[in-house]
Structure formats: C-alpha cells, structure tokens
C-alpha cells in the first residue's frame, strides 16, 4: 500500500465503509461552469472512493455539495461517465446507486465481484482499477493496457516464469525472450548503427521509420527535463515489456528528421541524470527468481548544423524485460484501516492474478472448494473441506435452516434464546415488540456477536441478535442491561464487521448492508429504550433481501465467516487457504465460556482437538479481553509447543517446563494430548486447577484434550479418573484421514476395545461406536513386512521421488519412528539414500512447518500431521500399548500411510 489521499475521509460512526469527499459541484451546467483543474480534482476524489470501496467490500460516498441550490440535482454527467469506466461495465447499476438527502448526496458503492461484468469478455479482472500503468508496443504505437489486457499479458509473464529456468551462466537477464525480441536491439537492426553513431547532421533522414520497436518524438523546447520525464515512463514500459526498443527524442515522426536540441537549451549531465532517475523509478514486478534489473543504455549524439555543433540527439536503447515494468503504480485503490491508500505495483499484480491454489490430483480428489476466487470479492480467500463432511449449504441448513419460513419468525439457536428468556426478565416482551414488523425470517441470538466475529466482548451486553428477514436489510441488535456509554459505538462496531466480513471472507456478492441498533432492558420497567440513531443514511430499496434464495446465499456467507479457519493446506500450497469447522466443532466452539469453565474434550484421532485448542485460545483472549500472555498451552512434547508458540495466541510449554516455574500471570490453561502425560514431575492436573481458580469470583478456564485410544504409555497419566471429569465433549467425527487410513484406525482402535491397556477406561471405548467419518476419501495405505534396514530407507527414497513426480514436496513427508535413538540410526542412512535422488532437505519435528522432510519419533510428532507418513517398525516395549502406537502413527497421516516392518 501506498500513502493514502489525504482529501478523503472514511468516517467511523456508521456500521458500514464511508468514504467522505468533501465538497463536490454537482449537475452538469454547474460542474461545465468549473475550471477544468477544479473539474478534474473532483472527479478524481470520487473516483478513487469508488474504486478504493468497489476493491474492500463495498461501502457509500458522501458528497457535499458545493452547489448553492436547495432543489434535488443530478451528479453529473461527466462523473457518471467516469465511473461507468472504472468497471469497465454496460451494466452499471449492478455497482453504483445514488440518493440525495439534503444537502448531501449519497452513492452507494457494492463490492467488485466480476459475475457482474459484461459477459462478452472471457477475461474478468480480479479487481478494479482505474488504470493499469503498462503499456505495450503494437504496429508503430504505444498503447496504454486495460485491466483484462493487463490480465492477460501477466498470466503470460507468470506461465512463462514458471515454465523456464533461469540459467545462471547468463549474463543478462534475457531468458525466457525469443530470438525474435532480442533480434530488434542486435547489431543487424539499422537502429541500431544510428544508436552508434557519434554525430549526424541538422536535417538527415533516418533510414528507417516508426515501428513496433522504434518511436520518434521532439524535444519540447519549454521544458525539457519534464518533457523527458513524462515520454520515459510509457515509453520504457512498453519497449521492456515488448521485446526491447528504441525511444530516438529529437526526430520529427513524420519526415523522420534529424532535429535534436539546441545546445543552449540543455545541460548534458543533467539530461542524462534526468533519464536515469526516471527509468530507475519505474516499477517492477518479477515472476522469476533470480530478479535482475532492467537493462537500458544512452546515447547522447552530437547534432551539426554548416559543421558546427548545433545540439543534440538524445537515444534510449530498451532491452527486453524477463518481468514486467509498470510506468507507475497502478491507478487502483483501497481502504487500509481508516485511510484510502493506492495499491503498489506488486500488490495489484497479486491481486490481479489472484486464482485458486493448484491442488495435485490427489488433494483435489480429497478436497471440495466451498468458496472460489472466481467472481467473488478481491480480498477473499479459497476455502476447502474435505470430501464427505458437510458443505457450506448442508451447514447452512443444519445451522440456519428454512431462512424464510413462509408464515412466522424463527428464533435460533432455541436453546440460547430460552436461556436467555429465564435469565433476563423482560427480555421475550421486548424481542416480540422489536419483532412485530416483521413476519418471514430467522433471528440469529449469541451471547455476544463481536466474540463471534474475533471482536472483544463489551461488559454490560446481555446478548446480541442477527435478523435475516424478507423485505429488510440484515439488522443487528444489540440489547444492554443499563444505560450505557458506547453501546452505539459497539453495535455499530460488530454491525461493520460483520458486513466486512459476509463479503471479504464469506464471498458475498449482492448489495449488502447491516443495521446496528441498540436496546436497553430496564430492569424496573421491562421497556427499552434506544440510543438516537448516529448513521442516517437512507439505503436503497435495493440493500432488502427479497426472497429465500438472497437469504441462503447471506447465511452460507455467514457460515464461512463463523466457521472458517486457517487451513494447514495454507503452509503446504504457499497461499493463505481456508477450512472450515465441522458442525460438531461448532457446537463444541460456541460453548459459554463462563458456564464452562473447566471441561475435558475427548476427540477421537483425527477429529480436529489440536485446531478446537487453537480456537478457544482465541475465544477465550475476547471473550476475557486478555493478552496472549495470560493463556497458557501446555503439551508433552516440543514439537508440538513449536508449532503453537509460532501461532503467537499464547504461551506454549511442555508438561515438564509447566512443573518447573510458577507462572503466576496465567489466568487460562489449555492442555493437549494429555493422555501421555504423566505424574512423573507432580501432578500437573491439581496445578493446572489451583492457578485457573487462583480467584474464586472469576476463575479461569481450562479445558482439557486427550483421546485415551492414543495412550502410548503405562504409567500414571495424571488425569482424573473418567468418572469425576463431570464437565465432558465428545467429538467423534474423523476430519484428517483418507478412508484407508480411516478403516486402519478403526481396526485397531477396535483391538484396544477387545484387550484395553489397564490405564485406559473402558468406558470411554464405547466412543468408537460413535465414530464418524468422510467416506469415499481417496488416500493409500501400505504395510510392508520383514524388510531390511537398508531395504526400508531405499523404499523410502524411491516412494518419496515417485510422489514428489506427481506434485508432492518434502514439506508433505514425516518419516516416524519408534524412540528417538531409533532417529539416529536412521538419520544417516536415510540422507545417503535421499541425496541419491537429489532429496535433501531432512530435519526433526521441531520445525514442522519448515520445508523439510520429517524425520522424529512416532511419539514426539504427536498432535502434528502429514500428508505423507512413512512409520518405520513402529513397536514398542510395552505389547499392551502396541495398537495404541499404531493408533498414534496411523492418525498422522492424511494421505498417504506407509507402515514398514523390519526384519528381526
């Protein structure tokens, strides 16, 4: 982002994006009455408003107008027409409404989602922009690229990086550029003899004309240095960008004479310095990676005029660019935070040729887009599940179902709403009375809608409640105990972020606007009362929602805002990618925390506790407005705490540093995998409960994940037994596994149900009846019995080779073995059989997120995951725990299990 327009203010008391302009003149004989520069400064601050909200979700312009007229105007013709070019787009009011209201005047700016562009293009810009700043060189002219243009050539630029490789031997940056392109700026082109020459005549005929690669243009005499400043910058571009060129500056282009310039008219050293400032200016974006500069020489030919020196003759020699050269940032804004700011170069063309990830042909056949980048807003992001479990429409139902119920007003979720009723006196009659205009729709209840959202809570909200009606704008409602300051400033709050995100995460596309209002609940009269309304914009009929389908399309944008997370997909594609929570997650996620205080999670493997851990982490810092220095995460293992601490949502320890220091500063505590923990050190369960209950008027939480079916040892674990963790969720549903591995895990979890280790309740194996999984996940299990250790490393080897061939990387492989000394035995042979096939990345668990192989202990990789695991003789001393450690093993993997038995 660049600095923002210091003329445009986005106003902060309204629940929506509002960008103030100031004074604008409105009507076409007043706006044809204005100087131009007067004209043009008007034009250009609406401009970028509009552009800087169609590109960050949508939003209004307030205008006010300079004209002295009391009667209704019209904008003006020569504004509508220049916004009618900035989306590029006959259909016009699938982007911009306007209203008058008093002396201000509104327009009201949906977000930029290219299903609303002419359906004749097959090349639909990712977002809006005013101007490209490229150019390119066609025929004999230079011309300016539109965004679809610009579209085009990038994805060209970036296939063609991607592509070639970069020989490292070149000494200039021309790879990747045929013979053909460089041909124009070699010693056989004319140009360039005339480009060697040390001087010409007053009055000789270039032998050659305009073309594709050779422009003329005259010096201008008034002001030289920024005359030259402005023909660079086009002109650069569109040679770098177009197999090279020559800019010959002092040539009529008509008769193709030799002109120059008076030698009393230019200082040399200063042209040339000139020159180079304005070519060093220029933007550039590589695709490639070795990134070289852009390559261009001048040449400064001595003029004469009767065999005297008369002037000068002023060459710019372009060479073929590997990349792209802009001649400034590209004229395309947004909104950062409160300031209107324009886009880089390197921002835009990301933005720009934003697509969904390439998914190999495995993970596709694992994974189902719920929400692409195609037509939806710029700044969202792709959002994948697996196969199997629910869709963002199935979720939608489950959780919002029948939106517009044809004959009354739903209230949702029902238990919250009866809880709220017996809690707060008072509370149904003033939702019946806010209802009353209102017969068709859904009224979404949460404890607090700004936690929803990853807001802090506000102390004194009873609750907040989201309607979703027919012939209504979506309206938030905020209801307080007491008269309070800043409840407006809250409601409106959450009311924007809400919008923000139904679009710019959840890839809602229609005209949208959410209503904040706030209701107090006296306790004395059972009547509200409501604080004066602060944003009196008047939106159009058009920002209704008219039908069922307007309101599913709403509520499955709000799924993905409630339920989405970062996926791990993210760290292996190299893009921001998201998943989102079962429903079952959901519900465990929505808990009250305060009525929850203490609970024991016990997930079966591969059903998502470690992402839940992160999740509540984050809930609990709103919801008890505490820094991440009050929350602790305690694991057994470091790898584990790594991985957690990079995330910086909190402290991260292992169970034996927990036993070690006091940590008095903690409030909150998240245990993980603590089925391998153990009383070794002291009891780390009755220390973890006497600091979260340090204070009896607001103890902390703590929350507990273990999965007993993943015990990989025999002594005391420490936890209490089964019957007395009297607060406990279950979830059941396997989220990780490709169905071999799935079935793999169900056998053995079944022969720890027939012969369970004495440390483990029998009860809690009654889970495995419960279990659920995404069935028809494609993945591949394969055990391989008495191998040799030179045998194993080599199948190792070869298998990771022929899976990084179909797209694989080393970041997807974890090699697990039994105990760490068995690490070492590996760690060698392994790297001597990997460097054969020019794999050489390999490390421990301790950075698993790092592009590296994996190369640990079955028990220290506990809690991480993979799509690629290789188990090497995974046994055990303890017989008793042996399917437990193939339970462990197994549930790391994704896709790929390879269970390698070695000979005894």
Same mark, same amino acid.
């Given at each position: ?6 003329s ?10 509002? !960008? ?26 609406? #401009? ?20 002295e ?6 904008m ?33 700016v949906?977000?930029?989602?290219n ?67 460089h ?23 270039l ?31 569109a040679?770098?960008?177009t ?6 500056? %002092? ?6 004479k ?68 802009f ?18 170069? %390197? ?12 998914l !190999? ?57 009866q ?25 979404i ?29 979506p ?33 809602y ?56 997370f ?21 519900a ?8 929850n205080? $203490? ?12 992402i ?44 034996k ?12 505590? #998240? ?14 369960? $009755? ?11 607001c103890? %902390? ?8 079916f ?21 979830l ?59 045998? !194993? ?51 421990d ?25 290789? %188990? ?14 193939l ?10 299990l390879? !269970? ?5």
């Amino acid at each position: 982002m660049k600095m923002s327009h210091r003329s445009l203010v986005v106003e902060l008391s309204c629940p929506d994006l509002v !960008i103030n302009v100031g004074k604008v003149t409105l009507g076409d004989q007043s706006r044809n009455e204005l100087q131009e520069t007067q004209r043009d400064h008007e034009k250009a601050k609406v #401009i970028q408003a509009a552009c800087a909200l169609l590109n960050s979700g949508g939003g209004v312009i307030r205008l006010e107008m300079a004209n002295e007229d009391e009667y209704p105007m019209k904008m003006g013709k020569d504004l509508a027409c220049s916004l009618r070019e900035l989306i590029q787009s006959s259909y016009f009011p699938a982007f911009f409404e306007f209203k008058q209201q008093g002396r201000s005047f509104y327009i009201f700016v949906k977000s930029w989602s290219n299903d609303a562009l002419a359906e004749d293009s097959s090349v639909k810009p990712h977002i809006c922009s005013l101007n490209s700043s490229l150019y390119s060189t066609s025929c004999s002219y230079v011309l300016p690229m539109d965004s679809r243009e610009a579209l085009q050539f990038l994805k060209k630029k970036k296939n063609d990086a991607k592509h070639s490789l970069i020989s490292e031997t070149e000494t200039s940056p021309l790879s990747g550029i045929s013979k053909a392109d460089h041909h124009n700026t070699s010693e056989s082109n004319p140009a360039y003899k005339v480009f060697q020459m040390k001087s010409l005549k007053h009055g000789d005929i270039l032998p050659f004309s305009q073309s594709q690669s050779i422009e003329f243009e005259q010096f201008n005499t008034t002001d030289i240095e920024q005359h030259i400043i402005n023909l660079i910058p086009r002109y650069v571009s569109a040679f770098a960008n177009t197999g090279g060129g020559y800019l010959f500056i %002092g040539v009529d282009e008509n008769s193709r004479k030799v002109l120059g310039c008076s030698k009393e008219k230019v200082d040399l050293k200063s042209l040339e310095s000139v020159i180079e400032g304005a070519i060093s200016n220029l933007p550039l974006v590589h695709f490639c990676s070795s990134q070289p500069k852009m390559e261009y020489s001048t040449r400064i030919i001595n003029v004469f005029k009767r065999e005297e020196l008369y002037g000068y003759l002023c060459v710019i020699k372009v060479e073929p660019f590997c990349c792209v050269v802009f001649s400034e940032d590209p004229k395309s804004w947004m909104v950062n935070e409160k300031n209107v700011c324009r886009l880089t170069a %390197g921002k835009w063309v990301d933005m720009l040729t934003d697509t969904d990830p390439e998914l !190999i042909s495995e993970l596709a056949e694992a994974f189902e887009s719920q929400l692409s980048l195609s037509h939806r807003p710029p700044l969202c992001r792709p959002v994948y599940s697996k196969k199997g479990l629910e869709h963002k429409a199935d979720l939608q139902q489950r959780l919002f179902p029948d939106p517009v119920p044809s004959d009354h007003l739903r209230y949702t979720p029902e238990s919250l709403w009866q809880e709220l009723v017996s809690e707060h006196e008072g509370l149904e009659e003033l939702i019946h009375r806010q209802m009353r205009p209102f017969s068709q729709g859904i009224l979404i209840f949460s404890r607090s809608w700004a936690v929803d959202l990853n807001l802090q809570e506000k102390e004194g909200v009873l609750c907040d409640a989201l309607l979703i009606a027919q012939n209504s704008p979506p309206i938030l409602y905020t209801i307080l105990g007491e008269q309070e300051a800043g409840g407006q400033d809250y409601c409106n709050s959450t009311a924007f972020t809400l919008k923000q995100k139904l679009v710019n995460l959840g890839g809602y596309t229609g005209k949208l606007c959410v209503m904040a209002k706030v209701l107090h609940l006296s306790a004395e009269s059972n009547t509200e009362s409501m604080e004066g309304a602060v944003c009196l914009i008047s939106y159009p009929r058009s920002y209704t929602l008219v039908d069922t389908q307007q309101a599913e399309a709403l509520l499955q944008a709000l799924v993905i805002v409630l339920l989405s997370f970062r996926s791990l997909l993210s760290d292996q594609l190299g893009c921001e990618v998201l998943d989102l929570l079962t429903a079952q997650q959901y519900a465990l996620f929505s808990k009250n925390l305060r009525k929850n205080r $203490e609970l024991f999670v016990h997930g079966l493997p591969g059903s998502g506790k470690t992402i839940m851990a992160m999740k509540i982490m984050e809930k609990i810092r709103n919801v008890f407005h505490c820094g991440t220095d009050r929350i602790l995460y305690i694991c057994e293992n470091q790898p584990l705490r790594n991985f957690i601490s990079n995330k910086n949502i909190c402290e991260a320890v292992t169970r034996k540093t927990f036993m070690k220091k006091d940590f008095k500063h903690i409030q909150h505590i #998240i245990v993980d995998e603590a089925q391998n923990f153990r009383k070794e050190d002291g009891d780390w369960y $009755e220390k973890a409960r006497t600091i979260t209950q340090r204070t009896n008027v607001c103890p %902390g939480i703590l929350w507990i994940f273990l999965d007993y079916f993943q015990t990989c040892h025999l002594d005391e674990s420490g936890l209490p037994p089964l019957s007395e963790q009297n607060s406990k969720e279950e979830l059941t549903r396997v989220v990780r596994n490709a169905e071999p591995i799935v079935n793999f895990l169900l056998e053995e979890m079944q022969a720890i149900r027939n012969s369970p280790p004495d440390n483990i309740p029998s009860e809690y194996l009654r889970m495995l009846l419960e279990a659920e999984w995404a069935r028809g996940i494609q993945g591949y299990l394969k055990i391989e019995e008495d191998l040799t250790r030179e045998k !194993i490393v080599t199948y190792v080897a070869n298998t990771c080779k022929a899976l990084f061939a179909k797209g694989y990387s080393e970041k997807d492989v974890a090699v697990l073995v039994s105990t760490s000394r068995e690490v070492e035995r590996y760690k060698h042979e392994l790297l001597r059989a990997m460097r054969k096939k020019r794999i050489l990345q390999l490390s421990d668990a301790c950075d698993a997120s790092g592009d590296h192989i994996v190369l640990d202990s079955v028990r220290r990789f506990s809690g991480l995951e993979r799509n690629i695991v290789f %188990g090497i003789h995974p046994s055990t001393p303890e017989t008793a725990i042996s399917h437990n450690f193939l339970v462990c093993l197994a549930s790391r993997a994704k896709q790929h299990l390879y !269970i390698l038995w070695r000979s005894v």
